[in-house]
């Protein structure tokens, strides 16, 4: 079956601690995203990546990082940076190309950074 | 910036009876997605609304767009358990695929048996 997971589902930190979020789809979609959600937020975007080796910053990109070695996995890292970690974290791809193409979101990861 | 409201903030429905989720945008409206997202999971994607005066429809759930109002709503007929969740809806920030979605806060629905 075809889809994105993300692991671990529950992640727990100390503060001061980089953390990586796994994302890993077999869609063969080149797009990948991160979101964040907050109670009562929209989700907003951290990163984007269109194409294996390429990503661009989104709304909220301060404190985090990411990597597109690979078109299946686009893991996120939650550095010591930013402030205030403790979130939702949901994962997307989708086709990239001309025209509006849905995103296909994994089950999120939630981080608790105390 | 682009910003999507949605009303109302929460809902609570007997079962069976009809209900509407309105997202409104200060900006013109393009490609336009309505999702649903259970509590602590993923977002399932509902329906995709392009141009102005579309409709679709899947099983209970029908989503129009009102391009001129900048507004897209959804409507679902005879609700049941299985609708409650939160409905977020996200739109293309411009004409071309290449600036990404904008979400919504996000309705969430309760329905009661």
């Known amino acids: 079956d075809g889809g994105i997971t993300q692991s671990p589902k529950y992640l727990f930190r100390k503060e001061g601690q980089n953390v990586t979020l796994s994302c890993e789809q077999n869609?063969?979609?080149?797009?990948m995203y991160w979101y964040r959600q907050d109670p009562g937020q929209g989700l907003r975007l951290i990163y984007y990546?269109?194409?294996?080796?390429?990503?661009q910053k989104g709304d909220i990109a301060e404190g985090y990082s990411v990597s597109r070695e690979k078109k299946e996995s686009f893991p996120l890292t939650v550095t010591s940076a930013q402030k205030n970690p403790t979130a939702f974290y949901l994962c997307?791809?989708?086709?990239?190309?001309?025209?509006?193409?849905?995103?296909?979101f994994g089950p999120g990861t939630r981080l608790t950074v105390t | 910036s682009q910003e999507l409201e949605q009303s109302p903030q929460s809902l609570i429905v007997q079962e069976g009876k009809n209900l509407t989720i309105n997202c409104t945008s200060s900006k013109t409206l393009y490609g336009l997605y309505w999702y649903k997202q259970k509590y602590g999971e993923g977002l399932i994607f509902l329906m995709m609304?392009?141009?102005?005066?579309e409709e679709k429809s899947h099983e209970k759930i029908t989503a129009k767009l009102d391009e001129k109002k900048q507004q897209s709503s959804l409507h679902i007929t005879a609700s049941q358990p299985s609708h409650a969740g939160i409905y977020l809806c996200?739109?293309?920030?411009?004409?071309?695929?290449?600036?990404?979605?904008?979400f919504g806060p996000g309705t969430s629905l309760s329905v009661i048996p």
């Open positions: 609304l392009q141009k102005g005066g």
């Open positions: 997307a791809s989708s086709i990239s190309g001309q025209g509006f193409y849905e995103q296909y």
């Open positions: 869609l063969n979609h080149d797009a």
């Open positions: 990546s269109q194409i294996v080796n390429d990503f």
């Open positions: 996200g739109a293309e920030r411009s004409k071309t695929s290449y600036d990404k979605v904008i």
